[in-house]
């Protein structure tokens, strides 16, 4: 699966504040450079990349 599918599972996921939470500030942080690269790693982390790691952002049950 592609990681921008992976992204949108995990959004899905989480119809509350999290899901929210997460879909805006990938929004934010795509529009910031054409460049920025969607990635799913760090043990099954959301990522962008821009010449190197930028941001690693994710969900966690208990916070």
Do not use: N, Q, T
């Not at 790693?41 to 049950?61: C, Q, T």
């Amino acid at each position: 699966m592609e990681p921008s599918a992976e992204i949108d599972g995990l959004i899905a996921r989480h119809p509350d504040w999290r899901g929210d939470a997460l879909a805006e500030a990938r929004r934010v942080i795509l529009s910031v450079d054409d460049g920025i690269v969607e990635g799913w790693k760090y043990m099954g982390s959301p990522a962008r990349d821009l010449d190197g790691p930028l941001i690693v952002g994710d969900i966690f049950e208990a916070k």
